[in-house]
């Protein structure tokens, strides 16, 4: 499969906690992106970091990547009730016509208020 | 950034008919994308949509399963067609602007096959 690898596949933590997620994947890449999805619905892009990045930051959200182990976390800090929600990574390939995403599996979160 | 409007939102069908998802997007794009996402599992790419031609599938999919239409730049069509339990599933419309940038996604057509 071409599907990158996350973990943990489900988090649970207490609100005002971090959490943190990884996502491995295969090929070279032109850039990661996270996306979060709320109870089964549209995918909400999050943020995208390019294969020259190796952190990036958005509000609560940081993103680093490490192309050299294809390898990426995304820590959210602060958590709250409303981050609950399944989040994905996806890989735009080298070489890659534009457009076509692979998706890892996704890290179901839950955050307790 | 894109706004896209896909509809039904969810539909429940009986095995062995058809149904046609339409993609609506507010701005004209360059990619359009199909994905699918079986219950409890991440997304799987059906097809690129191409403009004015037919759409190419990715492995594991087919046009007579799929026909998938784009007459313009701002539309798309997904017939899941002869269906099965098995295609009870999540179908996503995707559109993404230039090269390396973001996709945005419709909110999704969740299907029921009964």
């Known amino acids: 499969s071409q599907q990158g690898e996350e973990d943990p596949q489900a988090l649970s933590i207490q609100e005002g906690e971090n959490a943190t997620m990884n996502c491995s994947y295969k090929?070279?890449?032109?850039?990661l992106q996270w996306y979060r999805q709320n109870s089964g619905r549209g995918l909400v892009h999050l943020i995208l970091?390019?294969?020259?990045?190796r952190e990036k930051h958005s509000g609560r959200l940081r993103v680093t990547l490490d192309t050299s182990k294809k390898s990426s976390s995304l820590l959210i800090t602060a958590s709250r009730a409303a981050d609950t929600a399944s989040y994905f990574c996806?890989?735009?390939?080298?070489?890659?016509?534009?457009?076509?995403?692979?998706f890892g599996q996704g890290t179901e979160l839950s955050v307790k208020p | 950034s894109a706004v896209i409007s896909q509809k039904p939102s969810r539909d429940i069908c009986q095995r062995g008919t058809s149904l046609t998802i339409q993609c609506q997007v507010d701005?004209?794009?360059?990619?359009m994308f199909w994905y699918r996402q079986q219950p409890g599992q991440s997304l799987t790419l059906i097809a690129t949509?191409?403009?004015?031609?037919?759409?190419?599938?990715e492995s594991g999919f087919v046009i007579d399963k799929f026909p998938i239409s784009r007459p313009n730049l701002t539309f798309s069509t997904l017939t899941v067609s002869n269906m099965s339990p098995e295609d009870s599933s999540i179908y996503l419309c995707?559109?993404?602007?230039?090269?390396?940038?973001?996709?945005?996604f419709g909110q999704g057509t969740r299907l029921t096959v009964v």
């Open positions: 090929t070279s890449i032109n850039n």
């Open positions: 996806a890989t735009d390939p080298l070489y890659n016509q534009g457009g076509k995403l692979i």
């Open positions: 949509a191409n403009q004015g031609s037919e759409a190419t599938y």
């Open positions: 995707s559109v993404t602007g230039e090269w390396d940038t973001e996709a945005f």
């Open positions: 970091i390019r294969s020259n990045e």
């Open positions: 701005s004209q794009v360059t990619m």
